[in-house]
């Protein structure tokens, strides 16, 4: 089965990170990522552009309205995501558990509804 884990962050705490500290999180993201391409677990993923960038798409009454900016106001926003493939849901929290960021990151375990 396929899981999508999305990352959450706090994009306001990127201001306050050091050059270090970003290279350092590169160098973490790429071991993890490394790691789960290796198993043939992972079957896409990327790191999103800010929020502020984001583009909301609504059709209401055959009407199409778009509204700069995400889709909902939050502490935390959408920063990047692995699609994988997992057995079960726990196999798919234990890899959602490795990528880095700890606790300046939640990371959200959906299973994907095959079409």
Do not use: C
Request: glycine share 10%; proline share 5%; hydrophobic share 35%.
């Amino acid at each position: 089965m396929q899981y999508l884990l999305l990352i959450y962050s706090d994009e306001s705490d990127k201001k306050m990170t050091t050059q270090g500290d970003t290279a350092q999180m590169m160098k973490e993201y790429g071991e993890f990522t490394a790691s789960i391409m290796k198993t043939g677990n992972m079957k896409g993923g990327d790191a999103l552009q800010p929020s502020s960038t984001a583009t909301t798409v609504r059709v209401r009454e055959g009407k199409t309205l778009t509204t700069d900016g995400p889709y909902a106001e939050t502490r935390e926003q959408l920063a990047g995501y692995y699609l994988v493939e997992a057995p079960d849901l726990d196999a798919a929290i234990a890899w959602g558990k490795k990528i880095p960021g700890g606790p300046h990151y939640s990371i959200e375990v959906r299973p994907i509804h095959a079409m």
